[in-house]
């Protein structure tokens, strides 16, 4: 549903090394580098994801969920959040609340931020 989406960051650099370890598991790398911009490509190649530094004012959480080919990959990334250490908001599991076979991990970015990983097999 959504072309791309872009967050503000405090250290893009720090963020740039916990999103590269983070997303690695889901096949998500720096596709472009413009030095405090950074746009993060799936397989599909296209820049769907970006950073970039703060603007100022007063930063809100923002939820952003990755989609995973299977549980596998959800569980691939809770393993390398917690090698970032990374606080972990819920650990993978089974959410029937949200649909049947919705199976997610959610953690915490350096900014704040409630990313997630999820697939919905």
Do not use: K
Not at 104 to 109: K, L, S, W, Y
């Amino acid at each position: 549903m959504l072309d791309h989406l872009a967050v503000q960051c405090d250290d893009v650099a720090a963020s740039r090394a916990f999103f590269e370890g983070l997303l690695a598991p889901l096949g998500v790398t720096v596709a472009l580098d413009f030095g405090e911009e950074l746009g993060f490509a799936g397989p599909d190649g296209v820049a769907r994801f970006w950073l970039g530094p703060s603007r100022g004012g007063v930063q809100r959480e923002v939820h952003i969920a990755f989609a995973a080919v299977d549980r596998a990959a959800v569980d691939a990334v809770h393993a390398a959040a917690l090698e970032l250490g990374a606080e972990v908001l819920h650990e993978p599991r089974e959410w029937p609340e949200y649909e049947p076979g919705y199976y997610g991990v959610f953690v915490r970015d350096l900014d704040g931020n409630n990313v997630e990983a999820v697939t919905h097999q």
